[in-house]
C-alpha cells in the first residue's frame, strides 16, 4: 500500500516536471518571436506588376508623413546593370530582379504593417498564410550582392544555330552561325565558311547582327 503511495507521488512529480518544461520551451518561442520582431528584418512586400519604383517611392512619402522612422528603415527595388545589344550598339539599362517584390527593412508591429500594407500599389506581404516572414540574413547578402555587382550582365538574343553578319573586323561582311555563346565575356563563335570550310572565329557581341534573308 505504502508502495503504490509512493508510486502514484512520484508519478505526479513527473507530470508536473513535463508540464513545467513544456511551458518554459513555449515561453522561450514566444520570447524568440518577440524579440525577431522588435529588431529591423528584411521583408519582401508584392506589388503590381510595374509599379515597384512606384511602390517605393509611395511608401517612403507615407513613412515621412505617418512618422514612421523609427519603425521603417529602408525600401528597395532590387535592380542590376544590364547592357543590351541594339542596332549594334551598347545601351545600359537597369533590370529589376524580382519583378514584381519590393524589400522593405522594417520593425513588425501592427502601425508598421499598416502603413505597408495599405500603400497604393501593395496587394501582400510574402509569407506563410497571413504572417510575413522576414528574409534570412544569407538571402538578403546574396540579392545585395548581386545588386552591387561591378560588371553589368549582358543582354542578347541570339541563339546557337542562328544565322548572322560580321559588320566589324577583319571578318567584316562575311556570314555565319553561331556555334557557342559566352555570356560572362560577351562573346561568340561563329562558323564562317572560307574555301569550302567552316572555320570557327571569336567575335565580341557587338562584332555582329542577326542577318535575316
Known amino acids: 500500500m505504502a508502495q503504490d503511495m509512493t ?6 512529480r513527473a507530470r508536473r516536471r513535463r508540464r513545467s518544461e513544456i511551458a518554459a520551451a513555449g515561453g522561450s518561442t514566444a520570447m ?3 524579440e525577431q520582431h522588435d529588431r529591423p528584418n528584411w521583408y519582401v512586400i508584392h506589388t503590381y506588376s510595374g509599379y515597384e519604383n512606384k511602390v517605393k517611392k509611395n511608401l517612403e512619402q507615407r513613412v515621412g508623413t505617418l512618422d514612421m522612422a523609427d519603425k521603417i528603415f529602408e525600401i528597395v527595388v532590387p535592380t542590376e546593370e544590364e547592357i543590351e545589344i541594339r542596332n549594334g550598339q551598347r545601351h545600359t539599362v537597369q533590370r529589376k530582379v524580382f519583378p514584381g517584390y519590393v524589400l522593405v527593412k522594417m520593425v513588425m508591429s501592427d502601425d508598421s504593417w499598416y502603413v505597408v500594407r495599405n500603400t497604393p500599389g501593395v496587394t501582400s506581404f510574402v509569407g506563410m498564410g497571413n ?3 522576414p528574409l534570412g540574413e544569407p538571402e ?3 540579392i545585395i550582392k548581386q545588386m ?3 560588371a553589368p550582365r549582358v543582354k542578347v538574343t541570339l541563339a546557337v544555330g542562328q544565322a548572322v553578319r560580321i559588320i566589324d573586323g577583319p571578318f567584316a561582311d562575311f ?3 553561331i556555334d557557342e555563346i559566352n555570356q560572362e565575356k560577351g562573346k561568340v563563335k561563329v ?3 572560307f574555301f569550302g570550310r567552316e572555320t570557327p572565329v ?3 557581341f557587338l562584332q555582329i547582327e542577326k542577318f535575316v534573308k
Open 7 to 12: 508510486d502514484q507521488a512520484e508519478s505526479t
Open 32 to 34: 524568440a518571436e518577440q
Open 131 to 133: 504572417k510575413p516572414t
Open 140 to 142: 538578403v547578402q546574396t
Open 148 to 150: 552591387a555587382a561591378e
Open 175 to 177: 556570314e555565319g552561325l
Open 191 to 193: 562558323l564562317v565558311s
Open 202 to 204: 571569336e567575335l565580341d
